[in-house]
């Protein structure tokens, strides 16, 4: 799995945030679909006859193995026994696949007791972002690339699948390549 770059240069040696430097500059805005980016925890569901059969989570390296070049992320099984993963358990049962093809999907788990509950949700849940027909569902249009009208865009957007709050930020997607490119609010600072 590799990381969704973002849009703009960061200021790595200062405050990490990002610059008024497009660091995607072959990516094709004008042919992409800009959906929003769901604040929980990201996951991949295996789905088998309209249930799911695995549920795995998303691992960051660790300090020791960015030094010995470990830089992607990778997935691991949830753990149905740990307590730490019982919500991501909860948010699959509770989500509808009974429509959702065969197949591994990615998808965020959302939910009151996953990352703090930024959307304000009741329950938990899963939203499958990398099947098309639930994307278009969290479509935003006009989202400007530029450094300045982005940053005011983000402040002033509400999220569709939160309750009564901001959103984390977009993910455009190249709708004939798959490509992939993001920016959050917080990465203006």
Request: glycine letters at 8%.
């Amino acid at each position: 799995m590799e990381k969704i770059p973002t849009i703009y240069e960061r200021n790595w040696s200062g405050d990490r945030k990002v610059i008024d430097v497009l660091s995607v500059t072959d990516f094709d805005f004008d042919n992409s679909d800009a959906a929003e980016k769901l604040d929980g925890t990201n996951v991949r569901i295996t789905v088998r006859n309209g249930y799911f059969v695995r549920l795995e989570k998303r691992r960051n390296p660790s300090k020791e193995e960015k030094i010995r070049g470990i830089s992607e992320p990778w997935y691991i099984d949830a753990n149905l026994d740990g307590p730490a993963d019982q919500y991501l358990f909860e948010a699959a049962k509770n989500t509808d696949l009974s429509e959702v093809p065969d197949g591994e999907w990615s998808a965020e788990a959302l939910g009151e007791k996953i990352q703090g509950n930024p959307l304000h949700l009741e329950g938990h849940t899963l939203f499958i972002f990398s099947l098309e027909s639930w994307r278009e569902k969290i479509l935003f249009k006009d989202v400007p690339t530029s450094f300045s009208e982005l940053r005011t865009w983000l402040d002033r957007q509400k999220s569709i699948v939160g309750n009564d709050c901001g959103i984390e930020g977009i993910v455009w997607h190249e709708r004939l390549t798959g490509r992939m490119c993001k920016i959050k609010r917080k990465d203006f600072g």
